[in-house]
């Protein structure tokens, strides 16, 4: 009985799980800002707008790719990326990622 009531508050609270995590364009807008603050300039408006379109279609596959593995793995990576503070730290949150 108790095996079927953790099933149950499983199967109710999993939607408000992916609820809490950072859009993919949320990451994007982050991981751009951290760019700009790098780099020190604006970028173009055009290559601004086609980097954030690939980074999107990127979070995207990667939140599909999370979702499959469990519950908790998207949020987690994308945590990862908006606590970054760094382009550097960025890529780190990709290597905890495979080390798991």
């Known amino acids: 009985m108790k095996t079927t009531g953790n099933l149950i508050l499983v199967t109710l609270f999993a939607p408000f799980l992916f609820a809490c995590a950072p859009s993919p364009e949320a990451l994007c807008e982050h991981m751009l800002g951290l760019m700009k603050k790098e780099i020190g300039a604006d970028l ?3 290559e601004t707008k086609k980097m954030q379109e690939e980074c999107i279609e990127d979070a995207e596959r990667l939140k599909k790719t999370k979702k ?33």
Do not use: N
Not at 89 to 98: E, L, T
């Open 44 to 46: 173009p408006e055009a």
């Open 68 to 100: 499959r593995k469990g519950p908790l793995e998207y949020r987690k990576a994308a945590s990862c990326i908006m606590d970054a503070t760094s382009m550097e730290a960025v890529g780190k949150c990709d290597s905890k990622d495979k080390a798991e």
